[in-house]
């Protein structure tokens, strides 16, 4: 197992301040310890439209002069054009895929494989089943495009933000409904916690099909510093045979954060509970 840090809590969303360019980010993680770097696909860091072939060149020569790789990348759902896969405006969910496509393109172009799918949220007037309908037609698409580019496509179960898939069955039931050997799972201590589900719960029943992970304590603090059983969660990780990255999602609700200190504190707890499971 890896650890990687999401850089939410250095890039101005969906707070925006403090922020920090991410030729700044880069070696602070790598300094650190860290493995690998979660981008989020938001302004500054690596909003796709704004980043150019030679400003890809030049994040990913940063990225391997400082001995550190690209874990995965996500959207910046909300805001202003929403991209929003489950929503009822047809143009909307044309653009977030348009969005997904690009995403994965861009975090290809960084080195990396993994795109996370947060499936879109129902809007009022839309029955559930309708929005789910669409957020799979939405996955479908995105997969085959991230297919060629070599790249595993992980849903999430993000009930603390969303209404559309909010419990481990929801994101299985989606996984499962597209039937692509390139679309699987991932979950977020977070939102287990918030539905006051066991985190290792998730892991021993996604199994085979897990392929990221996100750590947060609650309140999106560094593990350790909550309720969260982190020692518990690695141990169900070494169990399955989870190889892949554990990204720490956390600090980015808060104002006042101080995003290497929770960068250092969440590494420091960490680390020696991964190299005591081999």
């Known amino acids: 197992m890896k650890l990687a840090f999401n850089t939410w809590v250095y890039s101005s969303f969906p707070i925006w301040v403090p922020a920090y360019p991410l030729d700044e980010v880069i070696p602070r993680l790598a300094r650190i310890g860290y493995d690998g770097i979660e981008i989020g696909a938001a302004a500054p860091h690596a909003y796709p439209a704004y980043v150019g072939p030679e400003r890809r060149k030049e994040i990913r020569s940063l990225l391997e002069a400082n001995g550190i790789e690209v874990s995965a990348m996500l959207p910046a759902p909300g805001g202003g ?25 861009l975090c290809a172009d960084l080195g990396g494989n993994t795109l996370l799918y947060v499936a879109g949220w129902v809007i009022y ?7 789910f309908d669409w957020s799979r037609e939405a996955l479908v698409e995105i997969g085959r495009a991230a297919a060629d ?6 849903v999430e179960q993000n009930p603390a933000d969303g209404n559309l898939i909010e419990s481990l069955d929801d994101g299985v039931e989606l996984m499962r409904s597209v039937d692509a050997p390139n679309v699987k799972l991932m979950f977020d201590t977070i939102h287990a916690m918030y539905r006051n589900e066991v985190p290792t719960d998730y892991v021993y029943r996604m199994g085979n099909d897990l392929r990221y992970v996100h750590l947060s304590d609650i309140d999106r603090l560094p593990p ?5 059983d982190f020692v518990g969660l690695v141990q169900a990780l070494t169990d399955i045979g989870y190889d892949g990255y554990l990204s720490m999602e956390i600090g980015f609700n808060y104002r006042n954060a101080q995003p290497d200190k929770f960068a250092r504190e969440a590494y420091e707890y960490m680390k020696p509970l991964v190299e005591a499971a081999g």
Request: no cysteine.
């Open 81 to 105: 054009p929403g991209f929003n896969v489950a929503s009822p405006s047809q143009e909307e969910r044309r653009a977030a895929i348009e969005q997904y496509k690009e995403v994965a393109q």
């Open 125 to 131: 007037g839309t029955e559930w089943k309708q929005a």
């Open 149 to 154: 580019l070599g790249m595993t496509v992980a």
């Open 224 to 228: 350790g510093q909550g309720r969260g």
